[in-house]
C-alpha cells in the first residue's frame, strides 16, 4: 500500500527541499526548509539537518549516531 | 445525510459540544487505530461512520491522535481553546491541515517545507519536496507525510502511530 498519496514519480521541478531516508539512519533534509520542535519549542531555519529515526539519541531529535551502536 | 455531516474541501466533519472532527477520506492508509480503539465512535460499517455521541470528548481527542495521516483532525468549538489547549498535540488541525478548517488554500510552491518534530511523535513534513527512500526518488507536492521517529513503526519510514503503544519520549 502507497502511504504517500499525491506523489508522482518526477524528478525536482519545484521542490524546495530534498528529504532522504538513509537506510538503517537518520533523516536527512537539506535545502529550503524550516524545522520546528513542538517539544522543546524551537525553531530554527537550516540547510541542513540529520534527524533521529531509531529513537536513541540522546540528542533529540537530532541524530547522534545511536544507530550504530 | 446527518446535519453535523456537512462537505468541505473534499472530506467531512463531525461535531459534538466541543469539537469538530475532520475526515479526510482520500488520505486514510487504514492504519485502523480509531476503530481499533474506539469501535463506539469510529464504525466503519455505520453510516454515518462517525458518532460524536459515542464515548467523551477526551478520549475520541485520544483516539484521533492516534491517526498517522491527516485522514482524522480535530478542533476545539471553541476558536479560543484552539490557540492554547491541545494545540500542541499531534492531530489538533489547527498544525495539521489548518486549510481544511475552512476552504482549501494551498501551500505556495514557493514556501519553505515545514519539518515539525511532534511531541513524543513523528516529523512531519509539509509542502513541496523531493524525497528519497528505499531507492525511490518522488516528488510529494504540497502534502503531508509523516515519518517514524520511535523506530517501532511497521510501516518504515513512515509513521504508523506505534510511538503511542511504545511510550516513546522524545
Sequence with gaps: MDNISGMEQKKEISSQARVEIIDFGPIKITGNFVLKDMKRDKEESVKEVLLCRCGNSANKPFCDDSHKK | ?170
Design chain 2, 1 to 170: 445525510m446527518d446535519k453535523n455531516e456537512k462537505q468541505y474541501s473534499g472530506g467531512k466533519k463531525y461535531k459534538n459540544d466541543d469539537i469538530t472532527v475532520y475526515w479526510k477520506p482520500s488520505a486514510c492508509v487504514h492504519a485502523s487505530y480509531c476503530y481499533r480503539e474506539l469501535i463506539e465512535v469510529f464504525d466503519p460499517s455505520r453510516r454515518p461512520w462517525v458518532d460524536m455521541n459515542g464515548s467523551t470528548t477526551e478520549k475520541i481527542i485520544e483516539v484521533v491522535n492516534l491517526c498517522p495521516t491527516e485522514a482524522l483532525a480535530w478542533k476545539w468549538n471553541d476558536d479560543e481553546k484552539n490557540k492554547s489547549v491541545g494545540a500542541d498535540q499531534c492531530n489538533h488541525i489547527k498544525f495539521r491541515r489548518p486549510e481544511l478548517m475552512d476552504i482549501t488554500d494551498p501551500v505556495n510552491e514557493e514556501q519553505p517545507v515545514s519539518v515539525k518534530v511532534m511531541i513524543d511523535g513523528p516529523i512531519v513534513l509539509k509542502g513541496y519536496f523531493t524525497l528519497d527512500y528505499s531507492g525511490n526518488t518522488k516528488v510529494v507536492k504540497d502534502n503531508i507525510i509523516s515519518i517514524c521517529r520511535c523506530g517501532a513503526s511497521d510501516h518504515q519510514p513512515f509513521c504508523d502511530g506505534r510511538h503511542r503503544k511504545v511510550g516513546f519520549n522524545g
